[in-house]
Structures are given as C-alpha cells and as structure tokens.
DNA sequence: CTGTTTACATATAGAATAATTAAAAAAAAT
DNA sequence: ATTTTTTTTAATTATTCTATATGTAAACAG
C-alpha cells in the first residue's frame, strides 16, 4: 500500500481511544494518519515534517491546545496547517475563542466521523487553493523566494534593502491591489512611530531603480498608493 | 457612517424573523448586511454585485439551499465567495451533502450568534487570501473592481482619474439610485470646502467620454442628479 | 413657438500629487 | 569611535488633475 496519494493527518489527544477510533475512521477514508499524545512529541514531529491537516484536542497533558494552536498559527512554517479542534469542551466561549486564536474549524464530542471526514475534505479543498509554493513570479521577470528573502530579475539576483524587500514583499502578496502609503508604513515599520508619507516615494523610486527592467511593474495610483501588477501592459497612443 | 471598510455579507432566507435577528447581529459586528428571500432575487443581485460572504438557508420557496450552493461554487465569478449554510436540517446526511457541494461551513439553528460571528471571521481571514476581490458589474459590459481601483469596459482596462473613480463607485454602489450634485461633491472633495455644482456635470463628461460604450449607462435626471443603471434601456420614440 | 432653464462640451490656470535629488539622521558594521 | 550603509526628511522639479469660466445644445413650460 502506498501511502504516496494518501494526505497526512496528525491527530493529537490524549485519550487512546479517541485516537484509536479517530484512526480507523481516517484511515478508511484513506488518510494517512499519526496519532500524538501531548504537544511536545507533536512539535518535534513538525521540524521533521509538515502534515496536510491537524487535528488538536484542547485538554493535553503538557499543553493547552489553545496555546499549541496559536503557536503553530504564529510560525511561518506551520500557518498554513489547517487546524480542527476537537475537544469535549463545547461552550460559546470555548468555540470561539479556539476559532479567533486562528482554528479552521471547531468540532466537538461526541462527534459523527462522516462529519468530520466532510470537514477535513473541507480544509484540505481550501488549502489547496492557498499558495503552497512560496514563490511569486511577475511577467515572467520578477521571482520572489519567500523563503530565502530572494528577489531575482531575469533570473539575476539583486540586492535589496529590509525595507525596500517588505515593500516589494506587501506589494507582491497583493498583486494587482493597490496599497496605500498609510498601509505600506504601517507594514514597514514597528508602529507608533510617525513616518513621512514622502518616505515611501522615495523607498519605491529605489526600488525601481534597481528592479531595472522589472520596474515597470511597480504602478503608481494616483491619490492612493501603489500597487505591483503582474502583467506588463503596453500602451496604447 | 462609510460603509467603506464593512465587510458586505448576503443573508438568504425565507423567514423574515431570522432574517431581522441575523442582520442585527452582524450589523451590530460592524457588517454590512442585504438580506433575500428567494434564490432569484439572490442571483439578480449578484450580477451586479459580490459579497464577502453568503449565509444560506436550505428551504426557500424557489431553490434549494443546495441547489445554488451547487451553481455558485461552478460559476467563475462566485466560486470564491465563502457560504456558510445556516439551516433547520441537522442530521448528518445534510451536513455532509453541504459540505461536499462547496458549503465552507455549515451551522444548524438554533445557533449562538457569537459562535456565527466567530465562523464568519474564519472564513473572512481564509479569504483574505484567496483572490477574493470586491467587484461590481453593469450589464455585462462594466466591471468595478475596488480593490484594484481597477475598470473595465467589454474586459479592456480603462484609466480613470481618483475623482472619476471615485464617482463611478458611488454611483455604482448605488445602482439605480438618483445621486444628487451636492451628494457626488460630499463624496468626492474632503468636505467644508465649497465645489460649484456644474463641476460635477465635466466629470460626468469626461468619465462618459472614458467609458464608451458603457457610457449610456450613466443617466442623468433632469433637476436632480445622475444615476448609474444596471441594464441597458433602449428608447422607445 | 419662444424664452427659460438645465445639461453637455471645451479650454485653461493653478492646485495637487508624484518623481527626483540631495542631504541629514539613524542604524549597522568595522 | 569611525566608517559605511540604510532610512528618513526636506527641497526641487515634473506631471497630472481639478475646478471654473465660457459657450453651445437640449429639454421644458407657457
């Protein structure tokens, strides 16, 4: 049996039983499955390896699963995880401050297993969509590496200041989307800190001068702010 | 008082009495609300506009809840929208049916407006992501996208300055509606500083000249002010 | 049909905004 | 502590946009 096809769940709960059943159920559905019995065993799990999908129970002997939640939605290798919690606690509050620490879903016992699959398939669905790759490209002449804090023009490295590659950076996850001066300030720098709105003109024009070809991308809207568009466009006399 | 930053959400469902405590609610969570009926009135409305997000009933008195759950998640221009459905219908079998036609969540009544609150920002944060974009559109032919500061006229891109913008979004977040001079100088000039009324008339000029074929659709009414019309008329002599 | 009102069109001064340059201030590196 | 780099502010220039004036056309009322 390959588990090649088969989607990675991590299941963490402390009660065998739950994890025994949660199992088997998953594992019909054909998920590929690891069961963890407190969050310290989970995060040494993680450096090793990312799952598609975790599901977190609140009360653990270590932890609490809220506390695992926000760390995992705090780093930037584990954000993207999507997390149903799982847990018998089922007050408003429980639910929706598991789901404002930054949970995807908020299941509780005792629950139906075909709910649950249709949940996790509903996870995994918008996961999808969510760029797993972390590298942006721009008319076939910009790449972003988000990773390694890389920008390339026509495939030749360039060197950016910090602030010059946060401003790209907030440019380029919004691609298309204009920025304002306000928001890129915001972005840039540790707030309470007045900074100038030229500031940022002069920030883009550097940018643009050693984006060279690739500078054109950077459009500016007027009485807005400016934004990064990911095709070339021509003009039209 | 600007709906500016308020999210807009679509409520669908045939109880009036639900409808109110629903738009109350998220009205009072900073939302911006528009409640139907009927899935018709829905679909009208959407092809003028995009919400952030759809709450859904299954019962209504022309479609099934999951009948347009179905065509929305298949429709290029709706796909993205996130639909929470909110129904009477509690067993598994719904819920699961819901969730595998494209449902993002799904809430059984009765339910703790926190709790849906609490849903809604998830799904609001996961969309963030996505390339969900705020548009609006005029009889196929003009497409608003607001985040962008983006329109388009038969899909070619048309640059409009800030002020003519900003007249074609007021316009067209009030399809329909007559918007007096004084109304369109409010929204466009930083207030307490007085604009001639005839200047509204050269931006009305200048923006129809840019809109071209889409420029009947600005009317002006004799005495009052100008609208924006969602359909093309055709005179009758 | 005629006079009056209102909308539409054109041109232009000057107001507002962005790009550029240079230099001061702050932070980082040596 | 000094040098180098980066960030921010300030000042200048260039550009685009706005608002008004003015003139023409269309709609309306009597």
New binding site residues.
Partial sequence: MKNENKKLIYIVDDEPDICELLSLNLKKANFNIKTFYDGNTLFENLHNEIPELIILDIMLPDYDGFEICKQLKNNSKTYNIPIIMLTARDTVEDKVLGLEIGADDYITKPFSPKELIARINVQLRQSFNKSITKKLYFADILELDLDKYEVKVNNKKI????????ILKLLAERANKVCS?ERI?DY??SHE??????????????L??KLGTAAAL?????????KLITELEYENS
């Fill in positions: 060197d950016l200041t910090l602030t010059e590659y946060k001066r300030i840039i720098s800190k007045y900074i100038y709105d030229r500031t940022v003109d002069v920030h883009i024009k550097n643009r001068n950077i459009k500016n809207i007027r009485g807005i702010g400016y």
